[in-house]
């Protein structure tokens, strides 16, 4: 990441917080005491941010500056709001599209996926806010831009997005292996949210026994699965086809 995206020391992070900015990762020193420390978890909690306890040598390996025990890193967009998000898309009366991110952890991944969901009329992209790839310079350059083209919504936990999902009458399809219907027998011409999961668990159990529909890509080859940016793609132009 950039370092000009980098921020350290405990008011420089709460007056980041305070103006505004979107906070993709903030590391805070284990043990850390002091009025400033506990105005800072008092900031964290109100604006419910999440953060990480790290060791002393990890904020070291980050900056070699008075960190005060605590680094964060800046997200170079604004993240939506999903209700917001949600209305708005129906409310423009287009058919629904977004796609959720399992823990996805490869930010080059992230970035390609990004590329290709503006390239296909994805109205939004729904992370995790604990877990997933940060939005940082190596996820705005392989996205050729188009991170700041696409809406991205930060969500507490996956599974409350996608009843607010189904509740909004859009229906939630996993991308897995472990379908037994190809992704060609799948209706994707009404409002749909496509599930990809990490690189290497794919989608969580907990998750797939809440999707809607499974679906799988037909696998001819000794390898057995895709890179998870290319089977987005894949998924993304079938509904592309079937909607024409």
Not at 196 to 200: A, R, V
């Given at each position: 990441m950039k370092n000009e995206s980098q921020i350290f020391g405990i008011r420089a992070v709460i007056e980041a917080i305070s103006s505004g900015k979107s906070i993709d990762k903030l590391f805070v020193q284990k043990g850390l005491q002091g009025?400033?420390?506990r105005e800072l978890m008092v900031v964290l909690k109100r604006e419910n941010i999440s953060f990480s306890y790290v060791p002393v040598e990890k904020l070291n390996r980050l900056t070699r500056k008075n960190h005060q025990g605590v680094v964060a890193f800046v997200s170079p967009i604004e993240f939506y709001n999903l209700e917001n998000l949600v209305m708005q898309v129906i409310e423009s009366g287009e058919t629904p599209l977004f796609i959720i991110l399992d823990q996805l952890s490869d930010v080059r991944n992230f970035g390609a996926i990004i590329r290709t969901a503006e390239c296909t009329g994805v109205h939004g992209i729904i992370i995790q806010k604990k877990g997933g790839a940060p939005v940082s310079?190596?996820?705005v350059k392989t996205s050729a831009g188009a991170v700041f083209k696409i809406p991205i919504c930060k969500v507490d936990h996956i599974k409350d997005a996608m009843f607010y999902l189904q509740g909004s009458g859009i229906e939630?399809?996993?991308a897995t292996e472990k379908a037994s219907d190809l992704i060609y027998d799948v209706n994707l011409k009404n409002p749909t949210a496509i599930i990809?999961?990490?690189?290497?668990k794919g989608?969580?159990?907990s998750v797939l026994k809440l999707v809607d529909r499974q679906a799988k890509l037909p696998m001819h080859g000794d390898i057995g699965s895709l890179n998870v940016s290319v089977a987005c793609g894949v998924f993304l132009y079938e509904v592309i086809r079937q909607r024409l």
């Open positions: 009025d400033l420390a310079a190596d996820t939630v399809i996993a990809m999961g990490s690189e290497g989608i969580s159990s």
